[in-house]
């Protein structure tokens, strides 16, 4: 069991070009969550995805941020006309729904850059 | 809303010995999740750490545990036997399980960094 995959482990991008982030949640798990960490601060909350639905997006900005987890393949968490303020490392983490479990197994991060 | 804090930014400990990381949450709910993550400087997020609300019992693994006190909303985590691969981030957590409509999300701290001396 290969745990949760992201890739890039790092992207650099210039102010105004896009950036998409991929992830691969662990084998049997449908849940996919995508957190945003800044420098020197704890993990935020972004948004919440099964298979081809969007479940919670609250913590998700309004403007440029979208996300998807389609049929198949990964999730991917797409920024739009990145700027400096989006620099930051984007975790992703899965889980199965099972009564009790709760345990989101993290991935190892996607650090942007954005010059 | 539910609020975590780690009043301790950074804390330091000498190899072997016993060190205490404070957490504070406020909530109104009752049914929850507590959690503590490490991360190292590689940056991946590992579980430390779980204690579910209605457990009076406080989690154990190994040379880590807790002080789980409900009514004091308090969550520390201790760790014995200090050894150089603690050093790490360390997060306290909160979840309130809302079910599969809403699913499980974290509320994280903003951390003890926390350096374990040779």
């Known amino acids: 069991n290969a745990g949760v995959m992201q890739n890039p482990r790092h992207l650099v991008r210039r102010r105004g070009q896009e950036a998409r982030l991929r992830c691969s949640p662990m084998?049997?798990?449908?849940?996919v969550y995508w957190y945003r960490q800044l420098p020197e601060e704890g993990l935020k909350f972004m948004v919440y995805?099964?298979?081809?639905?969007?479940?919670?997006e609250s913590g998700m900005p309004k403007e440029r941020f979208s996300a998807e987890f389609p049929k198949e393949g990964p999730s991917i968490l797409r920024i739009q006309q990145v700027v400096r303020g989006d620099s930051a490392a984007y975790f992703c983490?899965?889980?199965?729904?099972?009564?009790?479990?709760?345990?989101?197994?993290f991935g190892a991060g996607s650090r942007l850059t954005v010059l | 809303a539910q609020t975590v804090t780690q009043s301790q930014p950074e804390m330091s400990v000498q190899e072997a010995e016993t060190v205490t990381l404070s957490c504070t949450y406020d909530?109104?709910?009752?049914?929850?999740?507590l959690f503590w993550y490490k991360q190292p400087p590689s940056r991946q997020m590992i579980l430390v750490i779980r204690?579910?609300?209605?457990?009076?019992q406080n989690a154990t693994e190994n040379r880590f545990s807790v002080n789980f006190q409900k009514a004091a909303k308090s969550f520390s985590l201790k760790i014995s036997d200090s050894q150089l691969g603690d050093t790490a981030m360390y997060f306290c957590?909160?979840?309130?399980?809302?079910?599969?409509?809403?699913?499980?999300?974290?509320?994280f701290g903003t951390g003890t960094r926390l350096a374990v001396r040779p």
């Open positions: 983490a899965s889980s199965p729904y099972l009564v009790g479990a709760n345990v989101l197994t």
């Open positions: 909530t109104s709910e009752n049914n929850y999740y």
């Open positions: 084998k049997g798990h449908s849940h």
């Open positions: 204690q579910e609300a209605y457990k009076q």
């Open positions: 995805l099964q298979k081809e639905n969007i479940i919670d």
């Open positions: 957590a909160f979840m309130k399980h809302e079910g599969e409509s809403s699913g499980d999300k974290l509320t």
